[in-house]
C-alpha cells in the first residue's frame, strides 16, 4: 500500500552546515509531494511542493526534487542557520483521500 | 492573507468531560481537515469533510465526532475525555480541488490538555 518513509532524528548541525533530510515512498499512484515545517510552538506550514516527476520545489534556501526512479522527495539546504531549527515533516498526497499521510518528522537543532 | 482560525487555543479539562474545537477555514476553501498530534509524535489525520459531507475517515476514536457547517467552519467534539487525548489539534483547509494536487493549509492548532 501507499506509505511514507523519513529519515530518523534527532538530526544537530552546526551553522552554515549542509542539510539532507531523507524522504522515500511507496505508492500505486503517482503522488504529488510536500515538505512541511513546524517550528517550536507553532502550527504546520507548507514549506515546499513538487507535484510530478523531476520537479523542484524551492523555498528559504531548501529544495527537494521528485525523483520517480528512486520514490524520493529528499529535502536540502547547503547552509543552514540557527533559525531552521524545527521539526520537517514529509507528506504525500496519494490521491486517494483527501488526506495526508505525513512522514515521522525529523527534528533539526542548528548551533551557532 | 486569510488564514485558518482555530478556537481555542488552548483548553484543559478534566477527564471524562467533553470539549469543542472549532475552526474556521480559509475563505472559498471547501474541504477542512483533522488532525491529531500527540506529544513528540507526527500528526495523525482524523477525519475529513467536503462540502458538509463526510469525506475521508482515518484514526478518530468513536468517543469524538465532527461536523462541517454551512459556512464551512468545523467542529470537533470530544466526550468521555481520557488523558491519553491530551494533544495538539490541527484543523487545515484546502480550496476546491482544481488541480492534481491537494495542498492543505493548516491553523495554528489547538493544545488540549486533559488533566
Known amino acids: 500500500g501507499d506509505s511514507v518513509t523519513q529519515m530518523e532524528g534527532p538530526v544537530t548541525l552546526s551553522e552554515e552546515a549542509f542539510l539532507t533530510i531523507n524522504c522515500t515512498y511507496t505508492?500505486?499512484?503517482?503522488?504529488?509531494l510536500f515538505w512541511y515545517v513546524q517550528y517550536p510552538g507553532e502550527g504546520l506550514q507548507l514549506l515546499l511542493k513538487a507535484t510530478k516527476a523531476d520537479d523542484k520545489g524551492s523555498n528559504k534556501g531548501f529544495e527537494a526534487t521528485y525523483r520517480k526512479e528512486t520514490t524520493s522527495f529528499h529535502l536540502e539546504k547547503g547552509s543552514v542557520q540557527v533559525s531552521d531549527s524545527a521539526v520537517y515533516f514529509c507528506?504525500?498526497?496519494?490521491?486517494?483521500?483527501?488526506?495526508?499521510?505525513f512522514g515521522t518528522g525529523t527534528s533539526l537543532t542548528v548551533i551557532p | 492573507a486569510a488564514g485558518v482560525i482555530q478556537s481555542p487555543r488552548h483548553l484543559i479539562k478534566e477527564k471524562r468531560e467533553t470539549a469543542t474545537l472549532k475552526c474556521y477555514p480559509i475563505p472559498r476553501h471547501d474541504t477542512v481537515y483533522w488532525y491529531q498530534q500527540g506529544p513528540g509524535q507526527d500528526p495523525q489525520f482524523l477525519i475529513s469533510f467536503y462540502e458538509k459531507m463526510q469525506s475521508d475517515k482515518g484514526s478518530i476514536p468513536d468517543r469524538f465526532s465532527a461536523q462541517q457547517f454551512s459556512d464551512y467552519h468545523s467542529e470537533l467534539n470530544m466526550s468521555s475525555l481520557e488523558l491519553g487525548d491530551s494533544a495538539l489539534y490541527f484543523c487545515?483547509?484546502?480550496?476546491?480541488?482544481?488541480?492534481?494536487?491537494?495542498?492543505?493549509?493548516f491553523g495554528p492548532g489547538t493544545r488540549l490538555t486533559v488533566l
Open positions: 487545515a483547509s484546502s480550496p476546491p480541488r482544481a488541480s492534481s494536487y491537494n495542498e492543505q493549509f
Open positions: 507528506a504525500p498526497d496519494f490521491n486517494t483521500g483527501n488526506q495526508f499521510y
Open positions: 505508492a500505486t499512484g503517482y503522488p504529488s
